[in-house]
Nanobody, 128 residues
Framework: QVQLVESGGGLVQAGGSLRLSCAPSGRTFSNYAMGWFRQAPGKEREFVSA????????YYADSVRGRFTISGDGAKNTVYLQMNSLKPEDTAVYYCAARASWTSRNFAATDPDSFDYWGQGTQVTVSS
């Protein structure tokens, strides 16, 4: 299976910025889209952002739109998440995900089940 690795998490004060990165640890693969989800203790996994490579179509949760920017290179299975104006409510483990291009089921960017591969997560902590 493809292994994704996230990096760039850390501790930052409210109003600060972080840039998360995600890339495969081994071989690259054909993928349709990549995205970011986050999960805080006691909470369910929450959609943050995604990018569909064909057309560079981006998706954002309302809670992060205008503050976060997703970008990357689908051919390299690499995605970034630039996070600005961070708030304490952004504190969570952030997970990178990828949708394989061969998958036949419908794609819904906000649905974790639309993604096939996941990273192990990187902690983002925003202090007030």
């Amino acid at each position: 299976q493809v292994q994704l690795v996230e990096s760039g998490g850390g501790l930052v004060q409210a109003g600060g910025s972080l840039r998360l990165s995600c890339a495969p640890s081994g071989r690259t693969f054909s993928n349709y889209a990549m995205g970011w989800f986050r999960q805080a203790p006691g909470k369910e996994r929450e959609f943050v952002s995604a990018i569909r490579w064909r057309g560079d179509y981006t998706y954002y949760a309302d809670s992060v739109r205008g503050r976060f920017t997703i970008s990357g290179d689908g051919a390299k299975n690499t995605v970034y998440l630039q996070m600005n104006s961070l708030k304490p409510e952004d504190t969570a483990v952030y997970y990178c995900a990828a949708r394989a291009s061969w998958t036949s089921r419908n794609f819904a960017a906000t649905d974790p089940d639309s993604f096939d591969y996941w990273g192990q997560g990187t902690q983002v902590t925003v202090s007030s």
